[in-house]
């Protein structure tokens, strides 16, 4: 009896994981097609996207303090539909779900960044539209400062 209880755990614990995922991905799954007329935002962080290929780009994140802590989010869609609060609400739910179902994330620190940060995002569709945002937080997950947006897109 203990095995099978602690199966049904596991399989709702993956379930959860599950629809964490999909609500951090909601955002992008309503959004519109780019509007090259909007500029991208800066706001405290400059973010330069290079190395571009069909599946792959190169970022790197700057703040303009470096002592401030923050999260990084990809939206896999151009996000110029989407409000900075409407961002930040989807970012929010999404950590707010992981944080209480998966063991590992202790809290809002499990997703804080500081410094300079660079990495490559794999595995992107061909053709297609991607935005990077950059936003303080801190470990209460109160969300400070100016949300920076880049978008860019994949090669055909």
Not at 38 to 61: C, H, L, M, R, W
């Amino acid at each position: 009896m203990k095995n099978v209880m602690n199966r049904a755990f596991v399989a709702e614990k993956k379930l959860v994981l599950i629809v964490a995922a999909v609500v951090m991905a909601a955002g992008a799954l309503t959004l519109s097609s780019c509007n090259p007329a909007e500029p991208e935002k800066k706001g405290d962080f400059d973010v330069n996207v290079s190395n571009i290929t069909q599946t792959t780009a190169d970022y790197k994140i700057v703040p303009t303090d470096m002592e401030a802590t923050f999260v990084i989010h990809i939206i896999y869609k151009d996000a110029a539909s989407m409000t900075d609060e409407q961002i930040k609400a989807d970012m929010k739910n999404g950590y707010d779900l992981l944080i209480m179902y998966d063991p590992k994330v202790t809290g809002y620190d499990y997703f804080l960044k500081s410094g300079t940060q660079e990495g490559t995002l794999k595995q992107l569709s061909q053709g297609s539209a991607c935005t990077i945002i950059v936003v303080k937080m801190d470990a209460t997950g109160t969300f400070s400062g100016t949300l920076s947006r880049t978008v860019f897109k994949t090669l055909e």
